[in-house]
C-alpha cells in the first residue's frame, strides 16, 4: 500500500521555537508538496519539490522553508514559530508532470502555537 | 478571491436523502478532481474529470464537469453515514502546474 507519512500527528510548540516537521513517502515519486489547511480556505500551497534539492516556492511561503536532501523525505521547517502558523499541514507527493497528477497525501500534523 | 467556489459549504441532511455539491468558476480548467477527507487523515482522491460534459459515476456518487469546463458538480444518491467528510474539488488550468482548490464541502449523513 502507497503511503506518505507525517511523522508527527500532533504539535504543541510556543511561540519563536524552531519547528521540523517530517514527511516520507515511498512511492519514488518526484513531485512532494506542502500544504497549509484552514477551515472555510481550502487547502494553500507554502512550497512544493519537483526533484532532490529542489524547491519552489507556493502561494504563502513567508515564515517557512523547506529541505529535500533525499527524494522520499521533504521537511517543511518554521524557523520561529508565531501563533499564525496554528494550523494542519498536509504533505503530499505525486508522480511525473501531467495536468491529471493525483496527489497522495499524509494524514497530517496539526500544529498548536501558543 | 477564490478561483475554485464550492457551495454549499456545510450539509447536513439525513441518511437515504439525495444532495448536490457544486464547484464553480469563471476560469476554464484542463482537469479537475474531487477528493474526500475523513477526520484525522489527508484527502484522497474520488475522481479526475478532463473532457467538458464528463459525467463519471462511482457506486452512489455522480460527478459531472461543465461543458466549458468552468464548473464540476458531485451528486450522491440515497446518501450514507459512510458518506461522511469533507468534500474539496481541485482544478487545473492549462497556464498554471499547480491545483487550485475550492474551500470545501463539511457534509454530515446522520443515521
Known amino acids: 500500500d502507497v503511503k506518505v507519512t507525517q511523522s508527527s500527528r500532533y504539535l504543541v510548540k510556543r511561540t519563536g521555537e524552531k519547528v521540523f516537521l517530517e514527511c516520507v513517502q515511498d512511492m519514488d515519486h518526484e513531485n512532494m508538496f506542502w500544504y497549509r489547511q484552514d477551515p472555510g480556505l481550502g487547502l494553500r500551497l507554502i512550497y512544493f519539490s519537483y526533484d532532490v534539492k529542489m524547491k519552489e516556492k507556493g502561494d504563502i511561503p513567508e515564515g517557512y522553508s523547506v529541505s529535500r536532501e533525499k527524494k522520499e523525505r521533504f521537511s517543511l521547517i518554521l524557523e520561529s514559530a508565531s501563533t499564525n502558523q496554528t494550523s494542519m499541514y498536509l504533505c503530499?507527493?505525486?508522480?511525473?508532470?501531467?495536468?491529471?497528477?493525483?496527489?497522495?497525501f499524509g494524514a497530517g500534523s496539526r500544529l498548536t502555537v501558543l | 478571491t477564490q478561483l475554485l467556489e464550492q457551495s454549499p459549504q456545510f450539509l447536513s441532511i439525513q441518511e437515504g436523502e439525495n444532495l448536490t455539491v457544486y464547484c464553480n468558476s469563471s476560469?476554464?480548467?484542463?482537469?479537475l478532481q474531487w477528493y474526500r477527507q475523513e477526520p484525522g487523515e489527508g484527502p484522497v482522491l474520488l475522481v479526475t474529470v478532463v473532457t467538458g460534459g464528463e459525467v463519471k459515476k462511482l457506486k452512489r456518487l455522480t460527478f459531472q464537469f461543465g461543458d466549458a469546463r468552468k464548473d464540476s458538480s458531485l451528486h450522491i444518491t440515497a446518501a450514507q453515514p459512510g458518506d461522511t467528510g469533507l468534500y474539496l474539488c481541485?482544478?487545473?488550468?492549462?497556464?498554471?502546474?499547480?491545483?487550485?482548490w475550492g474551500a470545501g464541502t463539511k457534509l454530515i449523513i446522520k443515521p
Open positions: 476560469s476554464v480548467f484542463s482537469s
Open positions: 503530499a507527493s505525486s508522480f511525473g508532470y501531467s495536468g491529471a497528477n493525483v496527489l497522495t
Open positions: 481541485a482544478g487545473r488550468m492549462d497556464s498554471n502546474y499547480q491545483l487550485i
